[in-house]
Nanobody, 124 residues
Framework: QVQLVESGGGLVHPGGSLKLSCFAS????????MGWYRQRAGKERELVAS????????HYVDSVKGRFTISKDNAKDTLYLQMDSLKPEDTAMYFC?????????????????WGQGTQVTVSS
């Protein structure tokens, strides 16, 4: 069955960096778009970044543009999120998600499987 397992979260100071990973199994990783979402305390889940089947086909929410980079390694069935210049407002649980198809999307309804999440805390 489909499994998505995130790792790489933790506590970091403002201005610091973290790299999240999401290992995928149970489906052909290379032919599906993928996304990273986050959920801050008391807030709805929001898209952070998405990537299509082509590695240069990416989309970012405005608040992370220029600071976060989504990428994928099809040979390793792994999705990544490099997060630089982190801010306290980036503190959230981060989830990777598998799209229902090959087109990237910012709509929750276009994703059908989710990982368990990894916590990112940005604090001094």
């Amino acid at each position: 069955q489909v499994q998505l397992v995130e790792s790489g979260g933790g506590l970091v100071h403002p201005g610091g960096s973290l790299k999240l990973s999401c290992f995928a199994s149970g489906f052909t990783f290379a032919i599906y778009a993928m996304g990273w979402y986050r959920q801050r305390a008391g807030k709805e889940r929001e898209l952070v970044a998405s990537i299509g089947t082509s590695t240069d086909d990416t989309h970012y929410v405005d608040s992370v543009k220029g600071r976060f980079t989504i990428s994928k390694d099809n040979a390793k069935d792994t999705l990544y999120l490099q997060m630089d210049s982190l801010k306290p407002e980036d503190t959230a649980m981060y989830f990777c998600a598998k799209s229902k198809g090959w087109l990237k999307s910012d709509s929750l309804s276009d994703y059908d499987y989710w990982g368990q999440g990894t916590q990112v805390t940005v604090s001094s």
